[in-house]
């Protein structure tokens, strides 16, 4: 990768950061941002994360069905249980999804309420906040104000860790393919 190519990322990557320390930015605009950087990255880590936020069901249904496994097998304890669970944990590591890395602890526990939105798209959650924010409502159906808030707030933290964590240095940028190959 030569020193234009990493310039223009990183221009991309500050685009991100800014857009994230904006408060009337969207969340989405950034997430998308990044999932197109871990692209042209070839990033897994990034991608399998952005996939996660931008609620591609791929990742997010193995995700919700490894989380009610979790909860019942702490709930109950049994070997059925604990059977369910390796089940649903084979899957995730099928996609190469690593728990406490591609999905923290605290967000599986806020995405596993409903009422902070669940495992949906990034998108659906910060409209719905917005929506409960403008009619001055706590609570819409099945969600909480105070719930997508901590969903949302746990995502960015984690927007920007991403985005601090991928970005390139110019002195350890590598050629391309094709530069080592002229």
């Not at 919700?64 to 496994?69: K, L």
């Not at 819409?140 to 964590?165: D, E, P």
Request: aromatic share 8%; glycine share 4%; net charge positive.
């Amino acid at each position: 990768m030569n020193a234009k190519n990493v310039e223009v990322i990183n221009s991309l990557f500050s685009e991100v950061l800014e857009n994230l320390g904006n408060p009337n930015s969207y969340l989405l605009t950034s997430i998308i941002a990044l999932n197109k950087l871990a692209k042209v990255l070839y990033s897994p880590d990034l991608y399998i994360w952005t996939e996660i936020q931008m609620g591609n069901p791929t990742y997010t249904t193995v995700l919700e069905d490894w989380v009610r496994c979790y909860i019942k097998n702490r709930q109950e304890k049994t070997k059925e249980t604990k059977e369910l669970l390796k089940k649903a944990t084979q899957p995730i590591d099928n996609l190469g999804i690593i728990i406490g890395s591609h999905i923290t602890p605290e967000e599986l526990m806020a995405r596993s309420k409903e009422s902070g939105g669940g495992f949906r798209h990034i998108g659906f959650i910060e409209a719905k906040y917005k929506h409960l924010l403008k009619t001055n409502k706590e609570n819409q159906g099945v969600y909480n104000r105070s719930h997508l808030a901590t969903t949302l707030s746990i995502i960015k933290s984690m927007a920007y860790r991403m985005a601090v964590n991928n970005r390139i240095e110019e002195s350890i940028a590598k050629p391309s393919y094709a530069e080592q190959h002229e």
